[in-house]
């Protein structure tokens, strides 16, 4: 792959690159109770969104949904022409709607994805306290953007938990350095029952719409302005890149 051209929002080598997580709700699990989330909540794969008695599988209410997809082509021409005219987001402090992380570390998408999961919405109320993840969210909400990835890229109890969940794979990890074309993105419900699509690549999070009290990312309207749109533009181009996948943080089964 070429190096990425100036308006890239990728991050260029040379800064520092972790091994990328691999796509399993297992090892996802792991790495959040690790850094302090309460072990009533996990990661569940979502192996339908058009078939219910599959859907129904999935435990509710859905805190967070984590959505990944190949960065295609047709995907790129779709951020820039929607990023165009956007300001890079400022937002810091306890009035955010959501917590949004900037990505600076290569290779850490699925990182990136699931913190914004656990620090965002009603999983929020399941950090247990003086845990890392505790320290980490409230560290991280009264900073701007750049100072506040700065926090993410120089803490050593993230790099040591994702160090550990990465090694728990069970297909051959790439290497940290690897060029890697999957990418992750987390759609979040906030207090105010707005649905926010979190990627760190992008210039801060995106207001999706408006969702009802007891609809959660899982909900038909939910998945309609989130993970379903994603899809259609791949299938709309013919031949588009349709490699998707889905997981829930949702109460955990055990």
């Keep these: 792959m070429t190096e990425a051209p100036v308006d890239s929002p990728d991050v ?10 691999e796509n399993n709700p297992e090892v996802m699990t792991s ?3 690790k850094l302090g989330l309460s072990p009533t909540l996990a990661f569940h794969d979502v192996y339908s969104i058009s078939d219910p008695e599959l859907l129904a599988f999935v435990p509710r209410p859905a805190s967070a949904l984590l959505l990944v997809f190949p960065v295609s082509k047709n995907y790129e021409a779709f951020r820039m022409q929607e990023d165009a005219d956007r300001p890079e987001y400022q937002g810091k402090g306890a009035d955010e709607p959501v917590i949004w992380y900037k990505q600076t570390i290569r ?11 656990v620090s965002n919405g009603s999983a929020r109320e399941f950090i247990e306290s003086d ?26 109890a993230l790099e040591t938990a994702h160090q550990s969940a990465a090694s728990q794979g069970q297909s051959n990890a790439p290497g940290a350095e690897d060029d890697i074309d999957l990418h992750y993105v987390c759609f979040v419900k906030d207090a105010k029952n707005r649905l926010w699509e979190m990627d760190g ?3 801060g999070p995106l207001n999706r719409g408006l969702l009802s009290d007891n609809e959660d990312v899982l909900s038909e309207k939910a998945l309609d302005l989130g993970p379903r749109l994603f899809m259609q533009r791949e299938s709309e181009t013919g031949g588009g890149e349709l490699r998707f996948s889905l997981i829930s943080l949702a109460p955990s089964m055990d």
């Design 12 to 21: 260029p080598k040379g800064r520092k690159a972790f091994v990328p997580l």
């Design 31 to 33: 790495l959040v109770h």
């Design 107 to 117: 290779n850490a998408c699925g990182l990136i994805g699931i913190l914004h999961a």
């Design 131 to 156: 845990s890392d993840l505790q320290k980490l969210v409230k560290d991280a909400t009264p900073l701007a953007p750049i100072e506040r990835a700065e926090l993410l890229y120089n803490s050593q």
């Design 201 to 203: 690549r992008r210039k």
